[in-house]
């Protein structure tokens, strides 16, 4: 896409995921990450958060799924994401990410966006900053 | 390693790593990633998805702090630096940032670079840690 396509206030391609404990497992498989608060109902169901959530890593990587989706070969040659975790994802949730291009610069070749992951409930679970150099 | 004695300001051992045809089939399958392997496609390359190189980067590294059961994380920010192709070999370092106690919770911050072969960076990071305490 041009860089003049992307003007501030576009909205970025929005990916909605089923959210289920096979695809955590999955992920933990993938990742390597088998922290039990993952994986370990029993061990989850004792913590504060009372039964198993996603991995934040899987969250960003939905996320990543948008952004290459929007940006292409330029999110991988110079993207940058600040991404804060607010909620949990849990097996059974609807999730849903989008964004929107904040402002760019240098002629729309340096773009800011805002990004977000919710839940079906429309809880929000992580929020992201992001710059993309088009020509990186 | 006790984590509980970890200063700011320590480095972690260097971890290397490679990301195997089979380790990015797996990852795309458990992530449902649509959008790289069609990207790979019309760019006629074979990239390892970002975050996957970010994952294993960061895998390395809870290894070597030894997070106790029911850490998470707190906030991540990378930096990517240019495309990983698949079968690449990859080292990251990294090191304690920052350290405090809030409500129960120890916070550690770890930033982190990956780096190619010739030394050159691919992937920068930062990642925030919630350890229950």
């Known amino acids: ?136 | 390693m006790d984590i509980e004695l970890l200063e700011k300001g320590h480095r972690f051992a260097p971890v290397s790593f490679t990301l195997e045809e089979a380790d990015v089939a797996r990852y795309l399958e458990a992530v449902e990633d649509a959008a790289l392997p069609s990207l790979c496609r019309a760019e006629g390359q074979a990239w390892a998805p970002p975050m996957a190189v970010a994952a294993l980067a960061l895998r390395g590294l809870m290894e070597a702090m030894g997070l106790p059961p029911g850490a998470i994380h707190g906030s991540q920010e990378f930096e990517f630096r240019r495309p990983v192709v698949v079968g690449e070999r990859l080292a990251s370092r990294a090191w304690l940032a920052h350290r405090s106690q809030r409500s129960g919770w120890l916070v550690l911050a770890v930033e982190m670079e990956a780096t190619d072969e010739a030394g050159q960076a691919v992937l920068a990071g930062r990642a925030s840690v919630l350890i229950p305490q």
């Open chain 1, 1 to 136: 896409m041009r860089p003049d396509t992307w003007i501030a206030g576009r909205e970025l391609p929005s990916l909605s995921k089923s959210l289920t404990q096979a695809k955590i497992d999955a992920y933990a498989r993938a990742s390597g990450d088998f922290n039990p608060i993952h994986v370990d109902a029993a061990f989850a169901a004792a913590t504060p958060f009372g039964g198993t959530i996603a991995h934040g890593m899987l969250l960003l990587a939905y996320i990543s799924e948008m952004l290459t989706a929007a940006f292409g070969r330029a999110w991988l040659s110079a993207g940058r994401l600040k991404a804060r975790f607010k909620g949990v994802a849990r097996p059974g949730d609807t999730l849903t990410v989008r964004g929107r291009v904040e402002r760019a610069q240098d002629e729309g070749r340096r773009l800011f966006a805002a990004v977000e992951c919710v839940n079906q409930a429309g809880d929000l679970l992580v929020v992201g900053d992001v710059e993309v150099r088009l020509d990186g």
